[in-house]
């Protein structure tokens, strides 16, 4: 096993000669390791020291804490005749130290990935947590001064329009699929301003794009060899949709064949009985639009008549708002059989129903038992003494719930 030193903390071709603490920042002292440094007029290599100095470089945290490294950085004399410079200050490499560079070359590594992920005020709130002492102005300088890789013509890309702002002005997208990345963006989604730019790219074999006719416009005039496929989001979206859509047209089937079974409106909770207050409020709104269109209205009239919005009247025409009441499933589920024969039974203590229970597998609580067992008392109550004001009193049709 190595042994583990100090100096391994610290960039390589330096020592560390001390270490302090000043505040929450660690303070290393360091020494590079070199005796001789290059002329940077002639190249010629000098050993002899003219002075020194000392540079102050931010670098990696250590254990939670900023770090600051103090260089003791050296001058040499140049002694080629000639060359212009008498004097110059020690060079490092460029992996291990830029000239005039305030941070190490592995920090800014870091520093520069940070802002091509984030962006400048979410790079900078992340680098605060990670102990890394640059500003947003910082990162996207360092981005500016890196630039970008080199450009690689793509063969297989991808379009999609994006916000600049929402619901106002859209933009183009277009992505290298083989590497991964964005290349290009667009002011608009016009299809000319696409064709512009497809048209430069004639080594294009592939376009993937969204069922848009405007992109299939663009890429057929600009590129009309290329093969057009649909991208696997807009496929997965588009059969997501189609799906859920089916799903809820064919509620009130899908529950009854599973086996749903009518209980008692007076038995919900507090909460649940607003919920079934909406429902019944939708159906009644449901159904007031299909008698109108069953007379043969059209939608801006059943629009007029009913006072709902044409949106909502298209929606309920097209089955898309097919509504069904649901209560939040209780962890009583698979113990109500058992529960309703101990009650038509005679065993209305919830403290022994709930012990019973216990010995047959419920994980639940005592309350829960309890809450069942005052809304089967309160039912009970409200029909020996009914009273029409009640939410079920009027609607004591069967409706889909849980079994």
């Given at each position: ?35 001789a ?38 001058r ?11 004097i110059?200050t ?7 130290l ?10 800014d590594h ?5 802002g091509?992920?984030l ?20 990162l ?6 890196r630039g970008?890789?080199r450009f690689?013509?793509?063969t ?27 290349i ?16 430069d ?24 060899s290329?093969?057009q496929v ?30 749903a ?16 207050e909406?429902?019944l ?41 097919s ?31 709930w ?12 309350r829960v ?14 029909r020996q ?7 079920g ?11």
């Amino acid at each position: 096993m190595q042994a583990f030193r100090p100096s391994t903390l610290v960039p390589r071709g330096f020592v560390m000669e001390a270490a302090t603490l000043e505040g929450a920042t660690a303070v290393i002292v360091v020494r590079p390791t070199s005796t001789a440094s290059a002329c940077p007029g002639c190249g010629a290599r000098s050993a002899r020291i003219h002075s020194r100095y000392h540079r102050r470089l931010a670098d990696l945290p250590i254990a939670g804490r900023p770090v600051r490294l103090l260089v003791k950085a050296r001058r040499f004399y140049c002694d080629a005749v000639l060359c212009g410079r008498r004097i110059f200050t020690e060079r490092f490499d460029d992996g291990l130290l830029a000239l005039w560079a305030r941070r190490t070359a592995r920090l800014d590594h870091i520093v520069h990935h940070l802002g091509l992920a984030l962006g400048g005020r979410p790079a900078a709130s992340f680098a605060r947590r990670l102990m890394l002492p640059v500003s947003n102005d910082t990162l996207l300088r360092v981005i500016r001064r890196r630039g970008s890789a080199r450009f690689v013509p793509p063969t297989v890309i991808g379009i999609d329009d994006w916000a600049w702002r929402r619901n106002q002005r859209y933009g183009t997208i277009i992505c290298d699929l083989e590497r991964r990345k964005t290349i290009s963006l667009l002011p608009d989604r016009e299809p000319a301003t696409v064709q512009a730019w497809l048209s430069d790219q004639p080594q294009i074999t592939i376009v993937a794009r969204d069922r848009g006719g405007s992109y299939a416009l663009a890429a057929a005039k600009a590129l009309p060899s290329a093969t057009q496929v649909a991208d696997r989001w807009h496929l997965m979206e588009n059969a997501s949709h189609a799906f859920l859509d089916a799903v809820r047209k064919s509620m009130r089937q899908i529950r009854s064949a599973i086996g749903a079974a009518t209980i008692n409106p007076d038995l919900l909770t507090a909460a649940e009985r607003i919920q079934y207050e909406g429902y019944l409020r939708r159906e009644e709104a449901n159904a007031v639009i299909h008698g109108l269109a069953r007379d043969g209205s059209a939608i801006k009239e059943i629009v007029r008549r009913s006072g709902y919005s044409r949106s909502l009247v298209r929606k309920v025409l097209r089955g898309q708002r097919s509504d069904v009441f649901r209560v939040r499933e209780s962890s009583l589920e698979l113990h109500l059989q058992w529960l309703d024969a101990q009650w038509a039974a005679g065993q209305r203590n919830a403290t022994e129903l709930w012990r019973r229970l216990k010995r047959h597998g419920f994980r639940g609580c005592l309350r829960v038992v309890s809450e069942w067992a005052t809304r089967r008392r309160q039912a009970e109550k409200n029909r020996q003494c009914p009273n029409p004001s009640s939410v079920g009193a009027d609607h004591r049709t069967a409706y889909d719930s849980r079994s």
